[in-house]
């Protein structure tokens, strides 16, 4: 009777089987490749009234696309492909998935049973090779009858697990028939259903974060974006944007969760990691000196937010996880708690349990405090500022820019006035400076004209190179979008295959790929499947003739330039369209024409072949404009753009980004002068060139840093035998006095020293041509030297070699003994330490000259580098513009080998320190103290180069660093170079460092300077 039952049930064919399962978990699109092991599997899949079969002309593309469409929708993607090269072309896009933890099926077909391991064509062990890129489940199944429950299980291990996972059907399994079970209560079905944390759960989170003086920084990653409707990302009632205000928390995303936030918002702090740090200080230093986390579906960036340079956990978690399979994901940190169920909804409910708690007498005590917090520094004063709400005094400035950005929509591109900066704005917090090279545009242009466009549900999709951080950092997208983008693998070529996923799953949305020209060439052949399918996608390829990101993150990087066809040409050889934009003002009429297209349309852009996106110079500028707005409101002339008042940061002489009671005061000081005498127009000139900095009025109210006590440095002095005496003699090689005159000896141009014998040493110097003269450092016999002769292909780059050219060196030989040692630990002041201090309290102790070395991490490590130097004749004062710091950059977290040198323009060893400040410093440039005595005590023993006085406008090349050494107030100075490492551990460029620069770990040797030797003479 049962036997009956069950034999009257009509029987499939299993591919046919196969697809009747995969529409029923929600697969619409399947994508794949063809080929002799897969035909009835592919002719099950594309008559399917419920699928859509997708031939993609590589299964690699086949493969990206389905981890694009999952972790566009959040449900199983699913791709397929023929035995031997048709499987392993898969490998990339499974692996992809699973680093992101997107659902992937890949159904894979194999030879018929009775040939597995005896055919010798396309003959591999796919299973095999999946497996060993890691995915959980990769297995044949050998019987049709076992299909069912191999594929339940299969789908299961996808959606608990958010993994790729593969099954082989050998393809004479494929077109047997099969009778389907009779209950489908699938576990995977189990696996969908919702958890929802407890109220306790979630008063347990709030009560972790009751306290007002707490500083949380809230993380969303791609999970958090799939679950918020485009509605609900661009509302303001959005439930991460609602617990950031009731927290005063900023918000950053991985770049895959970007547009789940409104970026204008004034608690949208960007994107941090791997695609995302330069540029954005201020996040940065923020996640640094945080206390805790909030992780909504983080997976990749997690790491970076919580942990030290040694991967060592340093700030306490709340994590959000839908489900426990992605909360056990991350067992290697600990968290306060963990909160499993919708994110959205968990956000929402903690957001009302947060606010009950913090409206409650209790916390009182917790505002009244923030109320009497003088911030001591950088860190603490933004986040002060953040923590009492001052973010919501910007919350209208922003607003303003974001109305005014979106009533430019669509309308004829603003022509630039002649006298307008060359800046542009966002309407997000964030300014990046782009100047414009000719013939080319910058991506940072295309990409905010973009932002303006899109509308929520569009999708971006991004590829990798330097384009990656230049989508981090200049999309600002206004909420609802999606960005797709390779986070954990890093995949060139991905943004292709994901968009025509995008674009199959939202056929009414735009879907912009971003992409530079060595990856798009990687799947470029996937136009053919976007034209096939008739998607709508503009394709933005950055062009710079390079594999930028390469070229730019190593050393001695050869055989990057590459030759690309011409993109437009060949949009339209595939059926679509496009334009070439080779400069600033051609952006926006290419982005209508690729409006108004319909189906493919590139923008070639023409991107500098020099720029790169270290060189980012971006801003975060809410707070400080709105500060000096506050405050200078009444001397500011209207026609003040935010970017004109930004310029005013000059008047933060202790670079803390913002402006204390006596900056204010000597910025009121000059404006007022100006505005008394003459009309704005007089101020809005002296602003906008600079003029108006060159007051004497700035350099009398520098604060300078006052010691503290006790010292948080750890100094170990090296024990000396008796009647051994302290100090080193160190080796020099000519001096600044001359390179500033051009009086450099006859020769000494030309002569190489070796830099054998040297542990480290550190000035200006030259490679080769002695053209440029760039910043040099030694560590461990090595030279590296940054080129500055800007007629080598390599300007600007840094090379390292066993010897060097120099006018102006100064060396430590492998004899020093050093006199003692110096450490900090991040630990002991999770904020850092300014290096200032470091100075301050190393003059304390050595009361003596002293050079420096060692390893250190900043959190902040604010470099510069000089562009040329008067080694062709002129002085200083002929080109002084050229010749001043370039502006500079700011990494965080970064090693470093650190050399320098420190003196006091009033050391008790007169003579020595004479030889010092002209062997090692410009200090006859500067203007510290008395300069009728520092002249004098600066006078080299022969006199040959006595200072001159100091001109108004000159600038400061020694780093006047500390004041307050001692009893009495004197002047300190210090040069230091340093060199950065890259991930590999590698020694790779090097920079001058400025002294606003923050510690964070460090270990130093210091050598007392007891004799100069000149090695040149
Ligand atoms: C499949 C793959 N191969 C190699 C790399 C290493 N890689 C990372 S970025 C990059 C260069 C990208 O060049 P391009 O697409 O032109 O962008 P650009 O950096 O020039 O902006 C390379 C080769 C990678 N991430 N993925
Ligand atoms: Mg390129």
């Known amino acids: 009777m049962f036997r009956r039952a069950f034999s009257s049930r009509p029987q499939r064919r299993v591919t046919d089987y196969l697809a009747d399962v995969l529409v029923r978990q929600g697969v619409k699109n399947v994508f794949g490749g063809h080929g002799g092991a897969v035909i009835p599997l592919v002719d099950s899949i594309s008559s399917h009234p419920g699928l859509n079969w997708v031939y993609m002309r590589n299964e690699q593309a086949a493969s990206l696309a389905a981890a694009a469409d999952a972790k566009l929708t959040g449900r199983l993607a699913v791709c397929v492909a023929t035995s031997g090269p048709g499987a392993s072309h898969l490998t990339t896009g499974l692996v992809d998935a699973l680093q992101d933890r997107c659902p992937v099926l890949a159904i894979t077909g194999t030879k018929a049973t009775n040939a597995i391991d005896l055919s010798e064509f396309q003959m591999i062990h796919q299973e095999e090779l999946f497996r060993a890129a890691g995915l959980p489940f990769s297995n044949v199944v050998m019987s049709e009858a076992a299909v069912p429950a191999m594929l339940r299980n299969a789908i299961a ?55 007002p003086q707490l500083r949380i920084v809230i993380a969303l ?116 708690v963990v909160v499993l169920g919708k994110l959205a909804s968990n956000a929402r409910r903690l957001e009302a349990a947060v606010a009950n708690l913090r409206a409650a007498p209790a916390a009182q005590a917790g505002y009244n405090a923030l109320a009497d917090t003088q911030p001591i520094n950088e860190y603490m004063r933004h986040w002060t500022w953040l923590l009492r709400g001052g973010w919501r005094n910007t919350a209208s400035i922003l607003r303003a820019r974001s109305d005014a950005a979106t009533s430019q929509r669509d309308e004829t591109p603003p022509e630039a006035p002649d006298d307008a900066p060359p800046t542009g704005s966002l309407p997000g917090r964030f300014q990046i400076e782009h100047g414009e090279t000719e013939g080319y545009c910058h991506p940072g242009r295309v990409l905010e004209a973009l932002s303006k466009r899109l509308q929520p549900e569009d999708v971006v999709c991004v590829d990798v190179g330097d384009i990656t951080l ?26 292709l295959p994901a968009a025509i996923a995008a674009s199959l799953e939202r056929p009414k949305r735009n879907v912009v790929v971003i992409a530079g020209d060595g990856g798009a060439q990687m799947t470029i052949g996937e136009l053919a499947t976007a034209k096939q399918h008739k998607c709508q996608i503009t394709m933005i390829i950055f062009n710079n003739h390079l594999l930028g990101r390469v070229h730019f993150g190593f050393d001695d990087v050869r055989g990057d330039e590459i030759v690309s066809p011409d993109f437009v040409a060949l949009a339209r050889a595939y059926g679509g369209d496009g334009v070439h934009v080779r400069c600033a003002t051609e ?22 072949p020099q720029l790169k996106a270290e060189y980012a110079r971006m801003r975060d500028d809410t707070s400080f404009v709105s500060q000096v707005r506050e405050s200078l409101g009444d001397l500011l002339p209207a026609e003040m753009r935010p970017s004109d008042v930004r310029k005013l940061i000059a008047f933060d002489i202790d670079g803390d980004g913002m402006l204390s009671a006596d900056e204010l ?56 035998a008796d009647g051994e005496e302290e100090g080193s003699v160190i080796d020099t090689v000519g001096a600044v006095s001359h390179v500033l005159k051009s009086h450099v000896p006859p020769g000494l141009r030309e002569r190489r020293f070796s830099a054998a014998g040297y542990k480290a040493g550190f000035e200006v110097a030259a490679i080769d041509s002695m053209k440029g003269l760039g910043e040099m450092c030694i560590a461990d016999s090595k030279v590296y030297v940054r080129e500055t002769d800007d007629s080598r292909p390599d300007f600007f780059e840094t090379r390292s070699s066993d010897s060097f050219l120099s006018t102006a060196a100064l060396l430590v030989p492998n004899s020093a003994v050093p006199d003692m040692r110096v450490r900090f630990l991040a630990k002991e002041a999770p904020q850092g330490l300014p290096f200032v201090r470091l100075v301050n309290d190393l003059c304390v102790e050595a009361q003596s000259p002293f050079v420096f070395f060692g390893e250190v991490d900043w959190h902040k490590c604010d470099v510069t580098s000089i562009s040329r130097a008067p080694t062709d004749g002129l002085t200083v004062h002929d080109h002084i513009a050229d010749f001043y710091w370039k502006p500079g950059t700011v990494f965080h977290s970064n090693r470093t080998f650190l050399c320098g040198a420190v003196a006091r323009d009033e050391e008790p060893r007169g003579p020595l320190c004479a030889q010092i400040f002209d062997k090692i410093f410009y200090s006859d440039l500067s203007r510290a103290g008395s300069k009728a005595k520092a002249a004098d005590a600066r006078a080299p023993a022969d006199g040959a180069a006595r200072a001159e006085p100091t001109k108004p406008g000159e600038h400061h090349f020694s780093e006047k660093v500390s004041s307050l050494v001692g009893p009495s107030k004197k002047h300190v100075y210090c040069h230091a170079h340093l060199i950065t490492y890259n991930a590999a551990g590698k020694l790779v460029d090097v920079w001058h460092l400025n002294p606003n620069s923050v510690v964070a770990d460090m270990d130093l040797q210091v050598y007392k300077i007891r004799a100069l030797n000149a090695i040149d003479a």
């Open 157 to 211: 291990v996808a959606l608990r697990e958010k993994a790729a996972v593969h099954l082989a059907l050998p393809v004479d399994i494929q077109s047997r028939m099969l009778t389907p079970p009779r209950s489908e209560v699938w576990q995977a079905e189990v696996s969908h259903l919702e958890y929802q944390a407890s109220e306790s759960r979630v008063q347990l989170a709030a009560k972790a974060l009751e306290d």
């Open 221 to 336: 990653g791609h999970r958090a974006a799939i679950e918020l409707s485009p509605g609900e990302a661009s509302s303001p009632a959005n439930p991460y944007l609602r617990l950031a205000e009731t927290l005063n928390a900023p918000i950053i995303t991985q770049l895959d969760a970007k547009g789940c936030v409104d970026e204008t918002h004034p608690l949208s702090y960007g994107v941090l990691g791997i695609f995302g740090n330069p540029g954005l200080d201020a996040p940065r230093a923020l996640v640094n000196s945080a206390d805790m986390v909030l992780l909504f579906g983080v997976d990749r960036q997690a790491i970076d937010l919580i942990s030290d340079a040694s991967f060592n956990q340093v700030r306490r978690v709340v994590e959000f996880e839908p489900d426990a399979g992605s909360a056990a994901y991350h067992r290697w940190y600990e968290c306060d």
């Open 470 to 495: 230049w989508a981090s950092l200049c999309l600002c997208l206004s909420g609802g979008q999606r960005v797709l983008s390779s986070q954990g693998m890093g995949t060139m070529g991905y943004a």
């Open 587 to 608: 952006v926006e009429g290419a982005l209508r024409a690729a409006r108004a297209a319909s189906g493919l349309f590139v923008l070639e852009v023409a991107v500098d």
């Open 665 to 720: 005061a000597a910025a009121r000081k000059v404006i007022g002068a100006l505005r008394r005498s003459d009309d704005a127009s007089a101020l809005m000139r002296a602003l906008r060139t600079g003029q108006l900095f060159k007051n004497p009025v700035l350099t009398s109210v520098k604060q300078l840093f006052a010691p503290l006590e006790p010292s948080p440095f750890r100094f170990e002095r090296t024990p000396r």
